[in-house]
């Protein structure tokens, strides 16, 4: 890992730290948003860390396992981090799914937070 910039390096840590989290206890999520945070879900908009938290709870499964196919990390001129992530999903007996997700990571007090979250399936039904 040490050949790649910081931003991967840090982009590619969270993104292992979320799903990791999300997959065994999404719960714990909390700790990486914070009140500010804002969260597009499937298009539902939901902001500060209690509704992000209510909506991730919220969600009608039991199980999920997500696998990333691919990711990629901006440096911002703020000195954030954009990241975003192309993978699939299954909760669980549905199908496989394909989905997409975007994160902006912040730096405060020596933590990497995530400030924006957006999410959609990758479902191609455009009917």
Not at 26 to 48: H, K, M, N, P, V
Not at 75 to 103: N, R, W, Y
């Given at each position: 890992m040490g050949d790649k910039p910081i931003?991967?390096?840090i982009g590619?840590?969270?993104i292992q730290h979320y799903y990791q989290l999300f997959d065994n206890d999404r719960t714990q999520l909390g700790a990486i948003y914070i009140d500010a945070s804002c969260l597009t879900w499937e298009?539902?908009?939901f902001q500060g860390k209690a509704a992000i938290m209510e909506k991730l709870?919220?969600?009608p499964f039991?199980?999920?396992q997500h696998s990333i196919i691919a990711q990629d990390h901006q440096p911002t001129p703020d000195s954030c981090i954009i990241s975003m992530v192309v993978g699939q999903l299954k909760a669980d007996e549905d199908p496989i799914m394909g989905?997409?997700?975007m994160f902006l990571l912040k730096n405060i007090n020596d933590a990497w937070v995530c400030t924006n979250d957006m999410f959609r399936l990758a479902l191609h039904n455009f009917g």
């Amino acid at each position: 890992m040490g050949d790649k910039p910081i931003w991967e390096q840090i982009g590619s840590s969270f993104i292992q730290h979320y799903y990791q989290l999300f997959d065994n206890d999404r719960t714990q999520l909390g700790a990486i948003y914070i009140d500010a945070s804002c969260l597009t879900w499937e298009g539902q908009q939901f902001q500060g860390k209690a509704a992000i938290m209510e909506k991730l709870s919220s969600l009608p499964f039991q199980k999920i396992q997500h696998s990333i196919i691919a990711q990629d990390h901006q440096p911002t001129p703020d000195s954030c981090i954009i990241s975003m992530v192309v993978g699939q999903l299954k909760a669980d007996e549905d199908p496989i799914m394909g989905f997409h997700q975007m994160f902006l990571l912040k730096n405060i007090n020596d933590a990497w937070v995530c400030t924006n979250d957006m999410f959609r399936l990758a479902l191609h039904n455009f009917g």
